[in-house]
């Protein structure tokens, strides 16, 4: 009876990298503030989790840049730029939190899977 | 789980906002800075921002990751003339030229660019926090 690391960490650890992935994301957006022309740009990230599930193999593949959707604005504006900073500063603080929940996680069938090992 | 590229980013963006805090300043400084020919006097400065292009190592053709300062340009608002006959840079008819410079909008300009430059810090500060924890994975 083997254990299998990677179903151990389950969905939390494919999450985490998508994390990563769209702290870029939205971390681009927020560096391209007053850029003119510029497309606010975010991933639909459960849709996204289940597709690198699906593949199962712990590979991003793209890296979900084929599921990237531009943000539709509140408010237009005169030189083309989407970015609406609070819009941006939400989502980004809500995914460094969720990022976080998932880390918790993981952490957590790591130190069980170490305590079975240990045999306690 | 690339935190560089990140990193880079908002890197990328504090330095354009300090290229923009750095025009301002430098038009708020020349304000009163008269000339007695037009081609002189000082013009007011601004940056133009752009995204760089991302051509990826992966393939990743995604636009918009870092900023850049794509050029300063001066602005073509008309100078402002004013009859000043006692003034040593006045030209033959007296005339003085002051630059376009409107203080209020630089003003305004600079707390949207500090702003913007606190925003980008937060942003560094909360990669650091999240390859922080990262590192801490599975410690006691």
Known sequence: MGINFKDAAGVHADALALRAERTRILAANIANENTPGFQAQDMDFSATLANVQAVGNGDLGDGGDSALMYRVPYHPTRDGNTVEIGVEQAAFSQNATDFATSLTFVNMRLKGLAKAINGQ | ?140
């Open chain 2, 1 to 140: 789980m690339s935190f560089k590229n990140i990193s880079e980013i908002a890197g990328s963006a504090m330095a354009a906002q300090s290229v923009r805090l750095n025009t301002i300043a430098s038009n708020l400084a020349n304000a009163d800075s008269v000339a007695g020919t037009e081609a002189e006097t000082y013009r007011a400065r601004k940056p133009v921002f752009a995204a760089v292009m991302n051509d990826g190592p992966d393939g990743m053709n995604s636009a918009g990751g870092k900023v850049q300062v794509l050029d300063v340009v001066q602005s073509d608002e008309p100078l402002r003339q004013v009859y000043e006959p006692g003034n040593p840079m006045a030209n033959a008819e007296g005339m003085v030229f002051y630059p376009n410079v409107n203080q209020v909008a630089e003003m305004t300009d600079m707390m949207s660019a500090s702003r913007a430059f606190e925003t980008n810090v937060e942003v560094l500060g909360r990669i650091r926090t999240m390859q922080q924890s990262l590192l801490k994975l599975g410690e006691g």
